[in-house]
């Protein structure tokens, strides 16, 4: 979850080295080097590609900027732009990625799973739509409600290009793949099913047609109840569960296949007893079954390395 970040120091030196943000993804060379960053410093068990949910849309021709201490902007979406989306373009734009995937596989030793990603479509097309993150997505739920048919082709067309975004990673060296839909909590159970399942289900069809035993694990963030058929309906291999959901019920989803998570990234930041509670409790009530430790979001921008540390350390004597 966010391996790379603002609480590494290299990552600073080496993100104003860069100058835009988009510079960092786009280069090779820096985005191969944040990667290796938190690998280098923790040695952890997987790498996640430095990169952001968003080059999909930008690949596709939507103008995408970063602003200092706010966050990704696009030009906002209308459904007349949809036809506009230039799917001709789309690999050649995201061939740094690519070669960072490549060149990541190379370099990580062979123990180490490089794992690729891609936004799922409805948490892509939120920011589409609105142009940033807003606090519960209204400007994309409208749309979704008042215009259904709109919203469902352009769900359509990024889940297309987005599982050929996924298999491209493959191709290069990725061994497993994440779809993180961070928004999936605002939707109600229908809206859940039109533009969570649907397009998650479709990105991974087209994965499985061409890699069938490939892990693909995704991410519903704030799903709630919905988590009990989403991997089902989807076809996903694992579930990335957030920090709210329960681990007694967490421990019933384990028993349909691996699950990943889910410490409550404020609980390593606080440190001291509420981390090695919460990581105690999670390694004891998944000790029976599939299950990847991991954070239930990303690690925040102020945690001390030290909190990292005594994390990791804590979850490998669990396993032991």
């Known amino acids: ?9 290299e990552y600073r030196a080496l993100r104003e080295k860069a100058g835009s943000f988009l510079d960092l993804c786009y280069s090779p060379d820096f985005a191969v080097d944040v990667t290796l960053q938190p690998i280098r410093r923790f040695g952890f068990d997987a790498a996640i590609l430095f990169s952001d949910i968003l080059v999909v849309p930008h690949a596709l021709g939507r103008k995408l900027w970063f602003e200092e201490g706010a966050g990704p902007r696009m030009e906002p979406m209308s ?3 949809i036809p506009s989306l230039k799917g001709e373009v789309f690999h050649v734009n995201l061939a740094p990625v690519y070669e960072t995937v490549g060149r990541l596989r190379r370099e990580l030793p062979d123990e180490v799973t490089l794992i690729g990603f891609c936004g799922a479509p409805w948490t ?16 994309a ?17 990024l889940a297309r290009y987005s599982a050929d975004y996924l298999i491209r990673q493959i191709e290069v060296g990725a061994d ?4 993180f839909d961070s928004w999936a909590g605002v939707l109600d159970e229908e809206m859940f099913e039109m533009c969570c399942v649907a397009p998650v289900k479709q990105i991974v069809s087209g994965v499985r047609a061409k890699y069938p035993h490939v892990p693909i694990i995704g991410f519903p963030k704030g799903a709630g109840m919905f988590y009990h058929s989403y ?3 989807t076809g996903v291999s694992a579930l990335g569960l957030d920090w709210t959901y329960p681990l007694a019920d967490g421990k019933n989803l384990q028993k ?3 699950i990943q998570g889910n410490l409550d990234p404020l609980r390593l930041l606080a440190g001291g007893k509420a981390l090695d509670e919460g990581v105690d409790r999670i390694m004891k009530a998944f000790a ?4 990847i430790f991991n954070l239930g979001h990303g690690i925040l921008p102020e945690t001390p390395l030290g909190n990292v540390e005594t994390m990791i350390n804590r979850v490998r004597r669990a396993e032991r």
């Open 1 to 9: 979850m966010r391996q790379a970040g603002r609480y590494l120091p």
């Open 79 to 81: 459904p007349d732009d």
């Open 124 to 139: 892509v097309a939120t920011y589409m739509i609105a142009g940033q993150g807003t606090p519960d997505q209204a400007p």
């Open 141 to 157: 739920r409208l749309l979704a409600y008042r215009e259904p048919e709109v919203m469902q082709r352009l769900l359509a067309i």
């Open 176 to 179: 497993a793949v994440q779809i």
């Open 231 to 233: 991997r089902a309906k």
């Open 256 to 258: 349909e296949g691996a």
């Open 288 to 291: 029976g079954g599939p299950h």
